[in-house]
């Protein structure tokens, strides 16, 4: 249950500001309301292709196109070798650290 508010709490937040602040490769999205506050940090690093076993699926016939990584596929890529990963992910409730 916890899982599933800590998704919708990060949900909510980029759907109620959708503009975060860009500072060397972190993203930062803060909501205040009353005297609670919430603040989600996305720290990104370059993606380093080499060190990972990438596969493209272009096959008209195939159910999913894209890019596989690892044996996963790649979300929000478009169709092509991600050039930032994102390396951390920070939640801030009310001054409370989860993530």
Known sequence: M????IV?????LLCLDGFGQIKNGVVEF???SGSHN???IFET??????AHKIEEVTDE???????IIDG??????????P????ATVKLFLTARKFL
């Open 72 to 81: 996963r596929y790649a979300l929000g890529t478009d169709l092509s070798v």
């Open 30 to 32: 803060t909501k205040i």
């Open 83 to 86: 050039k930032v990963r994102i």
């Open 61 to 67: 016939r195939a159910p999913v196109r894209g890019t």
């Open 8 to 12: 919708f709490v990060i949900l909510v």
């Open 45 to 50: 690093k370059p993606f380093d292709a080499k």
């Open 38 to 40: 919430v603040k989600l």
């Open 2 to 5: 916890r899982r599933i508010s």
